[in-house]
């Protein structure tokens, strides 16, 4: 069988969903996150997020929440797209200018809970289909003639020290949250309304890019601590959910990752004679220079919970990720499903190896038996194989000096 490698753009979009069309110009509701755009870049839509209801509306954009209740992909996606982008055009580096639809949007993205508002937009509301990989999908647009919040967001003290302090860089701010238990999702959202960073550096991210640079800013900061850690053993991790698993194949070595997701199932069938579709990327102990073309967003969401569980473990890897998309995931949710998904499998208990040969055996029958695939397919392509195998270790420059002398 032929192996293709396709891009996340190439990716088959699913069949048109049917959204509610009685959404209302006007209305009292509450909003549990912003939206910036990036088309148009510098100048973009930013937006809040409503689904048309007074209450509580927070676990409309949590998936930690959705991945600790098991919920399904059809209710996440009736969730999300009920809910309205109440949005105007934005420059990305006006973040000063005050009293206007910005402060709402700023104030959305810095509250622990959704926010109360009331929102007048210029027309109904109305759906334009856009199919994303990155982001948690949402429902109808609208242009926004007046948005106000009608009361105080619940904003958490740490998170107001850390956008207040504008001589503390984005990174670090970040960083910190997350080490005090913010969710990535709420991370991402500080930063795409430009609450941290240098007071001449903030600006408006793209909701899009800043999903990936808070997966990545956290990633590199593990990163650096599990370089210390002793190596590991082999081991194998296999979990997920919502149409998403992922085998994580542990090696005793230094850090290195790969990644590969591999599409079992689209619309278009890829078991055809085009061959097996897949994307791939990869990263040495040096780290990588240039963003993830291929698995994008996918490869630093993933990463993440592996990097996590190291450190849990106190113990330094190598690690092979495959990802396998089965036909359950038939509604793309955005790449916080890499993140929760890969993190169940380290939550499952690993299976430990004496050596190299056994985990790859056990892995290649498992996948076999689980999905009728031969991931040798895989494995001939991995670029950490080969640099394992070409690789020269201490230990061996250390018999080649012995039998040297003698």
Same mark, same amino acid.
């Given at each position: ?29 509450? $909003? ?15 937006? !809040?997020?409503?689904? /048309? ?8 954009? $949590? ?40 402060? !709402? ?20 509301? /109305? ?25 105080? #967001? ?8 850390? =956008? ?9 701010? !970040? ?9 990535? $999702? ?10 941290? &960073? ?7 991210? #793209? ?11 956290? &990633? ?77 967003? &996918? ?101 080649? =000096? ?5």
């Amino acid at each position: 069988m032929n192996i293709h490698r396709v891009k996340f753009k190439d990716i088959e979009q699913v069949p048109y969903m049917q959204v509610r069309q009685n959404f209302k110009k006007d209305f009292f509701g509450t $909003s549990p996150a912003p939206f910036i755009g990036r088309y148009g870049y510098p100048n973009v839509n930013i937006g !809040v997020l409503s689904p /048309q209801l007074e209450g509580d509306t927070s676990h409309y954009d $949590s998936p930690r929440l959705w991945s600790q209740k098991a919920l399904p992909i059809g209710t996440i996606a009736s969730m999300r797209y009920g809910l309205v982008n109440s949005r105007t055009s934005w420059n990305v580096k006006d973040t000063r200018t005050r009293g206007k639809f910005l402060d !709402v949007c700023q104030e959305v993205g810095m509250s622990s809970k959704a926010v109360e508002m009331e929102v007048n937009l210029k027309d109904q509301p /109305q759906l334009q289909w856009r199919l994303e990989k990155e982001i948690i999908p949402f429902g109808p647009q609208g242009e926004v003639l007046r948005a106000r919040v009608t009361s105080n #967001p619940w904003v958490d003290s740490r998170v107001e020290r850390v =956008v207040s302090d504008t001589d503390l860089k984005a990174a670090p701010a !970040v960083i910190s949250l997350y080490q005090k238990g913010f969710e990535e $999702s709420f991370l991402n959202k500080l930063m795409s309304v430009g609450n941290v &960073g240098l007071e001449e550096n903030r600006k408006l991210v #793209p909701t899009r890019w800043s999903i990936t640079a808070v997966d990545d800013t956290v &990633g590199k900061q593990l990163i650096t601590e599990i370089k210390d850690f002793p190596i590991g053993e082999y081991q194998c991790f296999f979990g997920g959910g919502w149409g998403n698993y992922y085998l994580l194949l542990c090696f005793p070595e230094g850090w290195s990752y790969e990644l590969f997701e591999t599409y079992l199932a689209n619309p278009v069938n890829p078991w055809s004679k085009q061959g097996l579709k897949y994307s791939t990327d990869y990263e040495s102990y040096e780290g990588r220079k240039q963003y993830a073309e291929e698995t994008a967003g &996918g490869y630093y969401a993933c990463r993440l919970p592996v990097l996590e569980k190291m450190k849990e473990l106190k113990r330094q890897h190598s690690c092979l990720a495959l990802r396998f998309i089965t036909p359950e995931y038939n509604v793309p949710l955005g790449v916080w499903v890499c993140r929760e998904a890969t993190r169940k499998s380290t939550q499952e208990k690993p299976l430990t190896f004496g050596s190299q040969e056994l985990l790859l055996k056990y892995a290649q029958e498992f996948i076999q038996r689980k999905f009728g695939f031969d991931i040798s397919l895989l494995l001939n392509e991995s670029k950490l194989l080969k640099e394992k195998k070409e690789q020269k270790k201490l230990g061996q420059f250390g018999s080649y =000096v012995l039998e040297t002398r003698e």
